[in-house]
């Protein structure tokens, strides 16, 4: 029988944070679309997409602070927001640049938009999570 104490501690605890920040960033979704069609029509489409980051990746550094990495050590608020900022802005463009691409690229891809943004996201979601758990919640 299979039994979850046979996968070392390590390994479990990363799995956990994985989901966790999965979850967060599912939430951080939700708040980016909900910012971004609200704020639109009275400032445009990239402004609004600007509030719409600011917004769901200062909720997500909240979540994830007090949950996802609760057990790392604290350090000042403003630094680390700032960091984890940073850090999705790249995972964004990464996001963004793999799913620009395939649409350029791959004819399926351009026909079934779903798999270009589902793939972009996984890759900015594993650059996020690697990120913060090494620089940011370190």
Request: glycine residues 8%; aromatic residues 16%.
């Amino acid at each position: 029988m299979f039994s979850l104490d046979r996968i070392p501690l390590e390994r479990r605890l990363f799995a956990i944070q994985l989901l966790q920040f999965g979850v967060i960033g599912t939430i951080g979704f939700c708040w980016y679309t909900a910012v971004e069609y609200a704020a639109t029509p009275y400032v445009g489409p990239y402004v609004g997409g600007l509030a719409g980051f600011v917004i769901a990746a200062s909720s997500n550094w909240l979540l994830n602070r007090y949950w996802t990495f609760k057990h790392r050590p604290r350090v000042a608020p403003h630094r680390q927001w700032l960091l984890f900022l940073a850090a999705n802005s790249v995972g964004s463009a990464v996001n963004l640049s793999i799913n620009f691409t395939l649409i350029a690229t791959v004819p399926f891809c351009r026909a079934h938009l779903f798999v270009p943004i589902m793939i972009g996201t996984l890759c900015g979601m594993v650059f996020n999570f690697s990120a913060s758990r090494k620089l940011v919640f370190r």
